[in-house]
């Protein structure tokens, strides 16, 4: 990818979705706390204490202060080095010709070898200073810095990518976890409706207007509502389970959630979507970006290092050249002083043929990472079509549960109503009660499918913080 192919405005939309975030998180934990007065959990609430301790967060954030910490280390790059030195010691003077392979533990005496062998020491003292500092480098640490920068830039990428990416998890369980809660309702009703009937039947049974194999039937009903209401709550159980694991509690978690998803819908009104400011392609963009910075530097690791330095050094021994001592204190403090100050550079002769292959590895890498940020651009537009597919059939399927609803209890009320004429069985009490059930709860999980595949559509086209606002 060139730079003509770069979508325009990375850094300023990096800059407003990070500044969106850091509202939307003051704006969830203001709206956290009212709720937690009221009892109650909203998405925006899951959502908000999902980003603050999920595990996934904590790592990407942790990746962000290292990226950080990077940075400031090529940043340092650029400072002086200094080193200074002072000692003073007691040794003998014994020295001889020839040479002697580097190593750490014998210690290297100045001056000539002399004639002779004494233990006789002498003190020995010396202090000074170097500075060195490498003055220009043809842009090699500036390119170095523009890298960790940019590798700073992919991490905080990553984690508004593992935010958005979490955020998603949390409204799919909490969605599941709320249609789950409108079924276990439902199956209360029944019960409930169930019981009643019953009430009735055994009445009817006792004065001898309807079998006793009626009330025999009704109570194997109520059995099996009640069995299902039992299975009901252990599935909700589960979901809300599900739901506990990004808040960081799993174990027996139990919320009231937002029930007026169940009763309203979402506004049909959506911001303008664009797959350039979606998290994963900022983070995919952000990844080309990191790996193209790598790549200009590794071009000019091989070239030359100019460097200034100055050295300063003082020294004193008790020991003289013709083998004497001067005795005494002598030694004690440096009375013999020299000075450097000079220009060098450095250059590696065969350091560009390795960083001519260094550079070809990265812009492999650079190319992989521009079909990446294509993938994930289609991906994207591949997910907001089905969202709106997903959508349109969700809005269209709310308007007509409402009337099989209404249909069916009609129909359960004249099956009732039948039943006590004595112009139906009490089998069809039974079909009225299971297709009541039946509706209540595609009525109520139908506007659910809406809120879910309005949400789909947000996080698909990079509007999951403003659909979340809207639930505040």
Not at 288 to 313: D, G, I, Y
Request: proline letters at 3%; charged letters at 25%; glycine letters at 6%.
């Amino acid at each position: 990818m060139n730079q003509e192919t770069r979508p325009k405005g990375h850094g300023l939309r990096s800059a407003r979705l990070r500044l969106i975030w850091t509202f939307a998180l003051c704006a969830f934990s203001t709206s956290w706390l009212t709720a937690q007065d009221a009892g109650s959990l909203s998405l925006a609430d899951a959502v908000r204490q999902a980003w603050a301790q999920y595990p996934t967060i904590t790592e990407a954030r942790a990746g962000v202060n290292v990226a950080t910490s990077e940075t400031r280390v090529q940043r340092d790059a650029y400072l002086p080095h200094a080193s200074f030195h002072a000692e003073v010691n007691r040794a003998t003077r014994n020295n001889v010709l020839g040479m002697m392979m580097p190593n750490q533990t014998i210690t290297p005496i100045n001056g000539f070898a002399l004639s002779g062998e004494s233990w006789q020491s002498a003190f020995g003292t010396s202090i000074g200073m170097i500075v060195r500092w490498e003055a220009y480098d043809f842009g090699s640490r500036r390119a170095r810095v523009l890298a960790a920068e940019a590798r700073e830039k992919a991490a905080e990428a990553r984690l508004e990518s593992v935010r958005y990416e979490l955020a998603d998890r949390v409204a799919d369980a909490y969605f599941l976890a709320l249609a789950s809660a409108r079924a276990e309702s439902a199956a209360e009703a029944t019960v409930q409706r169930w019981r009643t009937t019953q009430t009735a039947v055994d009445a009817l049974v006792q004065a001898g207007l309807r079998p006793g194999a009626d009330g025999a039937r009704i109570r194997v009903e109520l059995v099996r509502a009640e069995t299902e209401l039992i299975q009901s709550r252990q599935y909700t159980r589960q979901r809300l389970a599900e739901l506990g694991q990004y808040l960081g509690k799993p174990e027996a978690f139990t919320a009231s959630l937002d029930q007026a998803m169940a009763t309203v819908l979402p506004s049909a009104e959506n911001a303008d979507a664009s797959a350039a400011t979606h998290p994963l392609v900022q983070l995919r963009v952000a990844e080309w970006s990191a790996v193209s910075a790598s790549v200009k530097a590794t071009e000019k690791e091989w070239l030359p290092r100019l460097e200034l330095f100055s050295a300063a050094n003082g020294r004193g021994s008790g020991a003289r050249i013709n083998g004497t001592f001067r005795g005494g204190l002598e030694g004690l403090y440096p009375d013999i002083g020299n000075w450097a100050a000079g220009v060098g550079i450095t250059v590696n002769l065969f350091e560009r043929k390795r960083a001519r292959t260094r550079t070809e590895v990265l812009s492999a890498h650079v190319e992989a990472a521009a079909s990446r940020q294509s993938e994930a651009e289609l991906q994207l537009r591949t997910l907001a079509e089905q969202a709106r597919l997903q959508l349109e059939a969700a809005r269209e399927i709310v308007t007509k549960t409402p009337i099989a609803l209404a249909a069916t209890r009609e129909l359960e009320v004249q099956s009732q109503a039948r039943y006590r004429a004595g112009l139906g069985d009490i089998t069809e009490i039974a079909d009225a009660q299971r297709a009541l059930r039946q509706a209540e709860v595609e009525d109520a999980v139908a506007r659910i499918h809406v809120w879910r595949a309005s949400f789909a559509v947000a996080a698909a086209g990079g509007n999951l913080v403003e659909f979340l606002e809207r639930r505040r």
